[in-house]
């Protein structure tokens, strides 16, 4: 076990990712992921990483180069968030389709406009039909973990997908925390040398990325949709392997004294931790509150969140971003849970709650709040959704 | 399925969707996408082999008298080689199902 340093999180990244002796990293810089593509350019630079690092004009550019690095055999990383993210994303839908396993840090920002830097989930939810693994973190260990365990689940040959690594913009990209980054010995133990089942390579000439027409697109999502179902529990396996190595064991969905909780919160990212003291608190006064934690976004790990939540009487369902649907459903991330409830004729008293938007902190009075509101509430009183902590 | 590709099923796919056997577009059978398909008149024809130089999709080739001749498998019925023939010996025929 490598002993905790107190280091910034985007650095504490960075750190991970050319440990994880990196080949090609390009990237642009963005604002609040900044700090991770500026290290890992100061480790090249200064000859501590033996990596290509491309100092691309945008980010539509850095996810294409990403793609043309991947394809040729090489560890590929790059970072971005917001705007920058939605600049690169067709470029996105083409590395999953390719089965290409890059690895992407972001660092999660609100969209324009108005024009914000701050956190909230907007890239992350923009991101969810691209066909990458969206893992998410909720401190400075769990990024680092994230970054180093998104190699080595996207490059696993029965994997072979590019992986989101997800957090929080500012509340944890700029936090300086205690972590432990293990030494490059112990990552080479865990994470083998990339080797691609495809790449371009002169001597066996191939194409990537054909047209597709409609005698067989059907057949090719199809294709990659069945080996994205299938990483779900290769990830849960993955996970294993590294509580094995580092004794730190993660899990799809994650829990926080649910087993005799009437009222359960489901949360994602750094949030979890404001609201597990907050269910202290609730505690404390003799409430029987918990929390479900969701750590991969996609694949949705339905049964497993299912499995948390099943036996609770009111959820509070969170979302981080708006979805502008028409006011008549909910959140994106609350559609995903009520979607799965229903598959299973389960029907919990729900409030959906659009929270933390545009780096508006999250605070242990806010989650009082929606827990007394949603069991306050009779059934069939509750929107779609509603916005807290906004002025009337 | 179509013929085209020769894929049966989704399991045939190559990994990440790739073409494994390079050089192989003139497998692809374009010329389903016709609607108009062109016909030489050999009385007017000259042989001089417009059609063939013009053609983007290599459907001409000559045959043993010199004769410029389609191969409709490529054949999109763009019409281009009716447009540039100089003696108008090649006409566009309405394709009929």
């Given amino acids: ?392 | 399925m179509a013929k085209e590709t020769g894929i049966k099923s989704w399991k045939e796919l190559n990994f990440g969707i790739a073409i494994t056997t390079p050089g192989n577009a003139a497998e692809l059978k374009t010329g389903d996408w016709r609607s108009m398909r062109p016909e030489t008149d050999r009385e007017k024809c000259t042989k001089c082999g417009q059609c063939y130089i013009f053609c983007p999709d290599m459907v001409y080739s000559k045959d043993a008298e010199g004769y410029y001749v389609q191969n409709y498998y490529w054949c999109k019925g763009c019409g281009i080689c009716a447009k540039e023939c100089p003696v108008d010996a090649i006409t566009m025929i309405q394709e009929v199902d």
Wanted: net charge negative.
């Fill in chain 1, 1 to 392: 076990m490598s002993k905790p340093i107190g280091i910034e999180v985007s650095l504490a990244v960075a750190e991970a990712v050319g440990l994880c002796d990196v080949d090609v990293v390009a990237a642009y810089p963005i604002t609040p992921q900044t700090h991770i593509v500026e290290h890992l350019s100061e480790l090249v630079a200064d000859g501590h990483l033996d990596a290509d690092f491309v100092p691309v004009e945008s980010e539509h550019t850095a996810m294409s180069a990403c793609i043309g690095s991947s394809a040729s055999g090489a560890r590929t990383f790059t970072s971005t968030c917001s705007q920058g993210y939605a600049l690169m994303s067709e470029l996105c839908y083409i590395a999953s389709a390719l089965r290409l396993p890059i690895v992407m840090a972001v660092a999660n920002r609100a969209l324009s406009a108005p024009i914000n830097i701050w956190n909230d989930h907007a890239d992350l939810m923009y991101a969810r039909d691209t066909g990458w693994i969206q893992l998410l973190s909720e401190n400075g260990q769990e990024a680092v973990d994230m970054s180093i365990l998104a190699f080595r689940i996207g490059e696993d040959p029965r994997v072979s997908f590019p992986v989101q690594v997800n957090l929080d913009g500012f509340t944890m990209s700029h936090v300086i925390e205690p972590i432990g980054i293990p030494d490059r010995k112990e990552i080479a133990k865990f994470l083998p040398p990339y080797r691609p089942k495809l790449r371009l390579d002169p001597e066996h000439p191939v194409t990537i990325g054909p047209v597709g027409m409609p005698d067989v697109y059907t057949e090719a999502r199809k294709a990659q949709d069945e080996a994205f179902k299938a990483t779900k529990p290769l990830i849960q396996e993955i996970f294993n392997a590294f509580a094995k190595q580092f004794g730190r064991q993660y899990k799809l969905v994650e829990t926080y004294k649910t087993e005799d909780a009437d009222t359960i919160i489901v949360a994602m990212g750094c949030v979890v931790q404001t609201a597990m003291t907050a269910v202290d608190n609730m505690r404390a006064k003799g409430k029987k509150v918990g929390i479900a934690h969701i750590r991969v976004f996609r694949p949705f790990p339905a049964a497993e969140l299912i499995q948390a939540i099943k036996g609770a009487k009111n959820l509070i369902l969170f979302d981080r971003v708006t979805s502008f649907a028409g006011g008549e459903i909910s959140g994106p991330v609350a559609i995903e849970i009520k979607s799965a409830l229903f598959d299973r004729k389960l029907s919990p008293k729900v409030g959906n709650f659009l929270v933390g938007l545009g780096g508006r902190d999250v605070t242990e009075q806010n989650l009082e709040e929606m827990v007394e509101r949603v069991a306050s509430a009779k059934n069939g009183d509750l929107p779609a959704y509603e916005f807290i902590n906004v002025r009337e």
